[in-house]
């Protein structure tokens, strides 16, 4: 994943920075990233030393996490986590919510996007004679769902979701390879 510049970086909210650096994160600092997730409202009025006791680890902890997540203190991670807050829908209509939820996801995508790379990778798909979407296990479901969404945009498409099938397809013009994780790496590799 690529990140269009340094600025771009500092308006990316709290889970996306967990996304993106969160393979960077020790035990003790990943305990910190799930407290914040799973008490937000919590993080935002604890003092770092608090939040260290609640955790159990140190304040020193507290400020590698913060930045390795590009914060510049946790001062300025607890300002940005009520301003997301704030911005959160209080409704109860299942509705709402619903929207609320899919308006989360776009922004958090769209923030995660460099719109160059985008504008290349939807133009090769657009180029391609055939597009194969391949995909083993969970991933195979998400292949499966893609490539039908690329025959309804009307371009050639075919889910494949055996690694023994993948390597008979030879004459394909543009592949892509849904994974969850690495473990998945040798057969991408293979094809």
């Known amino acids: 994943m690529r990140i269009s510049s340094k600025s771009n970086m500092k308006e990316l909210n709290f889970q996306n920075r967990l996304q993106f650096y969160g393979s960077n994160l020790s035990k003790s600092e990943m305990r910190v990233a799930e407290f914040i997730a799973n008490n937000t409202i919590d993080a935002t009025i604890l003092s770092s030393n608090d939040l260290a006791q609640a955790v159990g680890t140190s304040n020193s902890t507290i400020s590698r996490f913060c930045q390795k997540l590009q914060y510049r203190n946790y001062i300025e991670l607890q300002t940005l986590l009520k301003a997301e807050n704030n911005t959160q829908t209080k409704s109860f209509d299942a509705i709402d919510r619903i929207n609320h939820y899919y308006d989360v996801v776009f922004s958090s ?75 998945s790496l040798k057969s991408m590799h293979d094809c």
């Open 109 to 183: 995508t769209v923030e995660l996007i460099d719109k160059d790379t985008f504008s290349r990778f939807i133009e090769q798909l657009q180029n391609a004679d055939q597009i194969l979407v391949c995909g083993i296990g969970s991933s195979g479901l998400t292949a499966i769902e893609l490539s039908s969404r690329l025959m309804r945009m009307g371009l050639s498409s075919q889910a494949i979701t055996d690694s023994a099938l993948m390597l008979t397809k030879r004459s394909i013009d543009c592949y892509l390879y849904i994974r969850r994780n690495a473990r």
